[in-house]
């Protein structure tokens, strides 16, 4: 491809830019910029010679494209390295050409880090990919969009394409994505109790469009690092420094049973707004108020629905009840 720069729009732009911002128009999943300056000299040339992928171009300058080449590198291209192909259990609710909806068990890792290198959610997606003949080494972490904490349980959503994992980690950045988790606590609680079945009340969201009724505690402010432990996050009604905004919508369904919707997803939004409430998860010794403390391996607290708009619109469910 050979792309003459035009004078009103184009002059006194980066080529790394400029390059990128074609691939892209002609429907690449386009590299990142990092990728291209790799290969920049070999597939990027300005009025028939090497450029720098710094210069700035002028009105008039040719500039040729070796998409064939880019497409050789893109294939071989692998953003999943120390992430290890490992076959485990994994308990597939529901599988598309792009996505892979999972439900994870308490007490394993989403994704490798310092303390477990393998045997995580990450690992076995791949594995299980990479068996079928359908993993792409052009997805990060084999595919992860959103994560939950070892020590929770529920439906997770993994991307099986590059296109779907952009577009789905848009969806949870922008909040677009319905999220129902199921927890129980210990303590004493103020909210009303709500006698409802679990299924009931998720057929009433959906067919509410997830609008939250009055039953619904609305609970807003912000979480940060807690400073006395640095394990723990802290939810606080007023911002502090280097805090996120935080909303969570939370029903009590039992004596110590509550439905938490949240709108933000914040680290550790649920457990540390249901301690701020003084009802911490059971199970959670790092929020409890105890003399135990530490990193628990399960806790009380279930995704069990995730509801978004794929990306053909139409809107999906996956539920666990």
Not at 25 to 33: Q, T
Not at 48 to 74: C, H, N, P
Not at 112 to 138: H, I, Q, W
Not at 191 to 219: H, V
């Amino acid at each position: 491809m050979i792309v003459t720069v035009e004078k009103e729009n184009k002059s006194n732009v980066r080529v790394d830019l400029f390059v990128l911002e074609k691939l892209k128009e002609l429907g690449f999943e386009a590299p990142s910029r990092t990728f291209l300056h790799k290969i920049f000299k070999e597939v990027v040339k300005v009025n028939d010679r090497e450029s720098k992928s710094s210069y700035k171009l002028k009105a008039g300058d040719r500039v040729e494209i070796s998409e064939e080449r880019i497409v050789q590198e893109l294939e071989q291209q692998d953003n999943n390295i120390g992430i290890v192909p490992q076959l485990g259990d994994l308990d597939i609710l529901h599988e598309t050409e792009q996505y892979l909806v999972l439900k994870k068990p308490k007490g394993i890792a989403v994704h490798p880090g310092m303390k477990n290198a393998d045997s995580t959610l990450v690992n076995f997606v791949r594995g299980y990919l990479e068996k079928k003949g359908e993993f792409d080494t052009r997805l990060n972490r084999a595919g992860l969009v959103h994560r939950l904490d070892k020590c929770v349980s529920g439906v997770m959503i993994f991307a099986k394409t590059p296109k779907a994992q952009e577009y789905l980690q848009g969806e949870f950045e922008n909040h677009e994505i319905k999220k129902i988790y199921h927890a129980r606590a210990v303590g004493e609680s103020a909210l009303t109790i709500y006698e409802k079945d679990i299924k009931e009340e998720l057929d009433t969201l959906q067919k509410n469009n997830f609008e939250m009724d009055e039953s619904w505690s609305l609970y807003e402010g912000y979480i940060g690092r807690d400073r006395k432990n640095r394990l723990r996050m802290e939810f606080k009604k007023e911002k502090s420094p280097n805090s996120k905004k935080a909303i969570s919508y939370i029903k009590r369904i039992g004596k110590n049973e509550y439905l938490v919707n949240i709108l933000t997803g914040r680290m550790h939004q649920i457990r540390a707004t249901l301690a701020y409430m003084g009802i911490p998860i059971e199970g959670d010794l790092l929020y409890e108020k105890t003399k135990k403390d530490g990193i628990p391996e399960q806790i009380e607290l279930e995704s069990i629905l995730i509801s978004f708009e794929d990306m053909d619109g139409k809107v999906v469910t996956f539920r666990l009840y």
